[in-house]
């Protein structure tokens, strides 16, 4: 059993995380849900992440409002993508719980430090500013933190945001350079590996063909979302990101990657963002990142809609 934290700026691909997650509690315990500003601004971001769990029945999961914007730079969203509320497509139940009043990076450093070392894991699906955040607050987070598995960064794929430049690392470079050279063990699952799990008409017919109230939602959701990355690549269909920290989680072997060094470009207007990793060690500097490149997309929707539709 493993205890996790979930930090997201919910938009689709972010809530399937979560509740997969919270469909699996003989392997995850959620211990809460963060939320930051990102895919939309914080409020609807906040929002989201209530009205997910809304839909399942999962309201007694504490959700945590936490940073408003970026630790130094002006905050930069993605409604293109997911629309005007980031859940734009299927009109979810209105949430009737309220946020938890304390702070989210507060939260993280008192579930995590109020813990047996080593034993949370905190999940990340969005900007890291809310974990630099609980780092500057407690540095010691660093060291009892079990680790950390997060969607985010590109390399040999190119960026989504800028040409070099993947949206999460690009909306927080300086968060996630601090979380890079933090000491955590970290899984990255950069888009190289997300670009090859691609919603395609006959994965998204599993979720309308349950007919239940969440594979509908689901259903119309991911459609939105797939009529924009279609447009935009070219492909069949657009990648479900962030649900691959948690199917990592649950079900590792449907991965491979590599041990690596990886730095964050905070400087350079050209390719501010950008995750620098080093694949063929010719920087001999010590790995800092598990760095995840090829995923069994077709193990992967199985075990997702699958955890997603059991709820
Ligand atoms: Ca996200």
Redesign the pocket.
Known sequence: MRSVIFD??P?P??AVAFLAALASPDQLEVLAITTVA??VPLKLTSRNALKALELVGRTDVPVYKGAAAPLVRPLVTAEHVHGRTGFDGYDLPEPTTELRLEFAPDAIVQLVMSRPARSVTLCC??PLTNIALALAREPRLAQHVAGIVM?GGTFSEGGNITPAAEFNFYVDPEAAARVFSSGIPIVMIPLDCTHQALITDARLEVLRAAGTPIGTAFYHLLEFNKRFDRAKYGWPGGPLH?ATVTAYLLAPHLFTGRDVFVAIECASPLTLGASVVDWWGVSEKPTNALVLRTVDADGYFELIFQKLLSL
Do not use: E, V, Y
Request: net charge negative.
């Open positions: 997201t700026d938009s691909d972010d990102g895919n699906l969005a969607m962030d």
